[in-house]
């Protein structure tokens, strides 16, 4: 296990030790989810006394530590999903605003001291969890073209020329979280663990794909944000020329 002693959680000296992983494991348990045993991907537990956000599964990597060191002083405040019925539509617009401005200052974040490449930080293999089961298409991959071999590998035709942008990759409602507050306002946007350098397109595609179980997000509201408040965060792609090219890979692989 690799601990992190400049995280904040050392800083200001919350308690000796971070609880065991038992005792995360249990208190998921006591809740009685229906996700909160499941290997893969358990529900987060949350811990308000000492201020943590836990994460944890198979499939949860180091680099999202590393990508996003970050502990909830606000354990009070909301996600999106828990607050979008009650948003009036100039709250709900000026929330798409601030998420804007963020998903374009991230999308500038180069590949630091690497050459280009499409892969998660530190020239890892993209963490994509459509591509949990298909480990040889996650790279890196990298060259003077580094987008054309994700998408000869993933057999997504696309003729353009594709740059590579820094996405997060699972922009959805309960990953964003809104201050506490009567003015809605974001505080923050969490779960990067599948980030990294991937072709333009993605970010749009893979927000429009992934659809929220009914009880975080009901069926009116995902299709209000799928179709009319997405494109207002992200700039929607092509649907002939990027989506569909995009969606037969995620049908072909069965995922």
């Given at each position: 296990m690799e601990i992190f002693p400049e995280s904040s959680f050392f800083k200001e000296r919350r308690a000796p030790a971070l609880p065991t992983p038992d005792e995360i494991r249990a208190i998921n348990k006591a809740t009685g989810g229906i996700r909160s045993t499941n290997f893969n991907r358990p529900t987060p537990v949350i811990v308000p006394s000492l201020g943590l956000v836990v994460k944890?599964?198979?499939?949860?990597?180091?680099?999202?530590?590393?990508?996003?060191?970050m502990v909830h002083k606000q354990l009070q405040d909301r996600t999106l999903a828990e607050r979008w019925p009650s948003m009036n539509e100039n709250e709900r617009r000026y929330v798409c605003e601030e998420l804007k401005q963020m998903v374009n200052a991230w999308r500038t974040l180069e590949h630091g001291g690497h050459d280009h490449f499409i892969g998660s930080l530190g020239k890892r293999p993209l963490n994509e969890i459509f591509l949990r089961n298909h480990s040889a298409l996650a790279g890196p991959f990298q060259g003077a073209d580094t987008v054309q071999?994700?998408?000869?590998?993933?057999?997504?035709?696309?003729?353009?020329?594709v740059a590579s942008v820094f996405t997060h990759d699972d922009l959805v409602p309960c990953n964003i979280i809104l201050l506490s507050g009567p003015v809605p306002k974001v505080a923050a946007v969490i779960d990067w663990g599948q980030a990294g350098w991937y072709p333009t397109y993605w970010?749009?595609?893979?927000?429009?794909?992934?659809?929220?179980?009914?009880?975080?997000?009901?069926?009116?509201?995902?299709?209000?944000?799928h179709n009319t408040y997405l494109p207002m965060i992200i700039y929607p792609?092509?649907?002939e020329t990027y989506y569909y090219p995009w969606l037969w890979f995620v049908l072909s692989k069965g995922i």
């Amino acid at each position: 296990m690799e601990i992190f002693p400049e995280s904040s959680f050392f800083k200001e000296r919350r308690a000796p030790a971070l609880p065991t992983p038992d005792e995360i494991r249990a208190i998921n348990k006591a809740t009685g989810g229906i996700r909160s045993t499941n290997f893969n991907r358990p529900t987060p537990v949350i811990v308000p006394s000492l201020g943590l956000v836990v994460k944890y599964g198979a499939d949860v990597a180091i680099v999202e530590a590393q990508i996003q060191m970050m502990v909830h002083k606000q354990l009070q405040d909301r996600t999106l999903a828990e607050r979008w019925p009650s948003m009036n539509e100039n709250e709900r617009r000026y929330v798409c605003e601030e998420l804007k401005q963020m998903v374009n200052a991230w999308r500038t974040l180069e590949h630091g001291g690497h050459d280009h490449f499409i892969g998660s930080l530190g020239k890892r293999p993209l963490n994509e969890i459509f591509l949990r089961n298909h480990s040889a298409l996650a790279g890196p991959f990298q060259g003077a073209d580094t987008v054309q071999p994700v998408q000869a590998s993933c057999d997504i035709d696309i003729d353009l020329e594709v740059a590579s942008v820094f996405t997060h990759d699972d922009l959805v409602p309960c990953n964003i979280i809104l201050l506490s507050g009567p003015v809605p306002k974001v505080a923050a946007v969490i779960d990067w663990g599948q980030a990294g350098w991937y072709p333009t397109y993605w970010e749009f595609c893979k927000a429009r794909r992934v659809t929220l179980l009914p009880k975080y997000f009901d069926s009116v509201s995902q299709e209000e944000w799928h179709n009319t408040y997405l494109p207002m965060i992200i700039y929607p792609v092509d649907e002939e020329t990027y989506y569909y090219p995009w969606l037969w890979f995620v049908l072909s692989k069965g995922i």
